[in-house]
Structures are given as structure tokens and as C-alpha cells.
Nanobody, 123 residues
Framework: QVHLAESGGGIVRPGQSLKLSCVSS????????MGWFRQAPGKERETVAQ????????YVPSSEKGRFTISRDNAKNTLYLQIDSLKLEDTAVYYC????????????????WGQGTQVTVSS
């Protein structure tokens, strides 16, 4: 049973940076593609960034390229999300998720989800 635990959320000012972490336990982390997704109040869940099992391929929506960086350390079973130049509209619950397929697929293919970590951007 794979378990994902996010951390690193908090309250930050616009323009600041934040690094989220997601630790995986109970499975073979290096065989899963991983992703970060977020959901703001009243909005649908959306993709923030995705990474393949080996880390050689990543995907970030074009609207967010340059501010979101996804990475992983398979030796530490940990996924990261670096968020730079935070904006008010980045306020959301951020979830990490795992897909048992090695390559990047659609969000609907992810079957293992963490509980989420709240990021609040406020001036």
C-alpha cells in the first residue's frame, strides 16, 4: 500500500518562493510517474507539474512554465515542487499523486493521492 505525505505548505507573501515535498512509503517509488496537482476553493483540480519515473521527462503547463519546477530523488523516495514568484492565485491545496505507469499521463490516470498541503499566498 503506497502512502504519500506532502509537506512544506504555509502562508507566504506574493513574490516569495516555496518548496513542497512529498514522501512516499510502502511502494516502489522509482517505478511510478508522479505529479503535483492543486485545487483552489470553488475550482476544479488542475495539473501543476508532472515527472516520469526516472525523472528524465517533465511536464508543466505552458501558463506556469518558469515558476514551477518539479523534481524527484528516487533514493529518498521524495518528490519536490519548487514554486517561485508566488501569486495570490496560487492559493490552493496542493496534492502529490502517483501513477503506476512509468511515463506521464493524464491526471485522471493517477490512482494514489496524498492528503494535500495548503498553500496560501496573501499580502
Amino acid at each position: 500500500q503506497v502512502h504519500l505525505a506532502e509537506s512544506g505548505g504555509g502562508i507566504v507573501r506574493p513574490g516569495q518562493s516555496l518548496k513542497l515535498s512529498c514522501v512516499s512509503s510502502g511502494g516502489t517509488f522509482s517505478s511510478y510517474s508522479m505529479g503535483w496537482f492543486r485545487q483552489a476553493p470553488g475550482k476544479e483540480r488542475e495539473t501543476v507539474a508532472q515527472i516520469s519515473a526516472t525523472g528524465t521527462s517533465t511536464y508543466v503547463p505552458s501558463s506556469e512554465k518558469g515558476r514551477f519546477t518539479i523534481s524527484r530523488d528516487n533514493a529518498k523516495n521524495t518528490l519536490y515542487l519548487q514554486i517561485d514568484s508566488l501569486k495570490l492565485e496560487d492559493t490552493a491545496v496542493y496534492y502529490c499523486a502517483a501513477d503506476e505507469y512509468r511515463y506521464i499521463r493524464n491526471m485522471r490516470d493517477y490512482t494514489i493521492w496524498g492528503q494535500g498541503t495548503q498553500v496560501t499566498v496573501s499580502s
